[in-house]
């Protein structure tokens, strides 16, 4: 009688310079609920963007390193839209395995979306100068059309994620962005949520937007095209039946007491103890 060997299930690590990435995972452990899963937040050196971009490649390569070569992740995930945007040829040089940014995956799904070629991005200041989203959506034929909502990070992290206060700030936002976009031609059907903060408006960001606009979720995203890209590179068996329930480990670099207190509210789970880890400064 034979038996045959169940390869254990992956480790995915995933980054952020702060814990709005834990949608990201969130949205990973819907789809791998088998995998490991190891989550930086490098809360001791955000905000990213207001950093060069050689800082924020060296701090980004730093966390990186950690989780592959600390936590053994087989793959990576940048859950950061900043990281993502000016700082992923740097991570994957940096590190030997798999690396997926937040923002091509975003650009894919608005391109499966967009019948008109037009869509919105909103997400925060740092992305939308870096013009990472329309690059990428103009890769793939799309004419994209930015906004900077510097309003919504805070009050997503204030727990106004259903308060009328937010829901005029979004309002206002996609009033201005709409007429923006009404004034260059542009008949847009998508808006990407930028962000990773975002999700967590999402209710309220759908009842604002045109009707029959499509509203891409880039944590979403990310994560279907990481199922993608894990389960075409794993070993027959992997993360089969009889493995383990999910396991996550959290990581931060400072303010690990607001991480275990905020980061639930992303994760949509209890974060459980939030290691601190010292990666220099």
Known sequence: MTSQTIAPPPTIGVFDSGFGGLTVLRSLVRRMPRARYAFLGDTARLPYGSKSRRTIARYAAESAQFLVREQGAQFLVIACNTASALALD?????????????????????????????????????TVQSHAYAAACLARGLRALEKACPLLV????????????????????????????????????????????????????????????????????????????????????????????????????????????????????????????????
């Open 154 to 281: 805070p009050l997503v992290e204030e727990g106004w994620t259903n308060h009328p206060v937010t829901a005029e700030v979004i309002r206002i936002y996609l009033d201005e962005l709409t007429a923006d976009a009404a004034a260059q031609g542009l008949n847009p059907d998508a808006l990407v949520l930028g962000c990773t903060h975002y999700p967590l408006l999402r209710p309220l960001i759908e009842r604002a937007v045109p009707a029959g606009m499509a509203v891409i979720d880039s944590a979403e995203s990310a994560a279907e095209a990481a199922v993608r890209l894990v389960n075409g590179q794993l070993a027959p068996g992997a993360g089969g039946v009889g493995e383990p329930a999910t396991i996550i480990r959290c990581f931060a670099t400072d303010s690990v007491e607001k991480f275990e207190r905020l980061g639930s509210r992303f994760l949509e789970r209890p974060v459980g103890q939030v290691d601190l880890v010292d990666l220099g400064g």
């Open 90 to 126: 740097a991570i994957q040089d940096a590190v030997p395995v798999p690396v997926l940014g937040v923002i091509e995956p975003g650009a894919t799904a608005a391109h499966a979306a967009s019948k008109t070629g037009d869509v919105l991005v909103i997400a925060t200041d740092a």
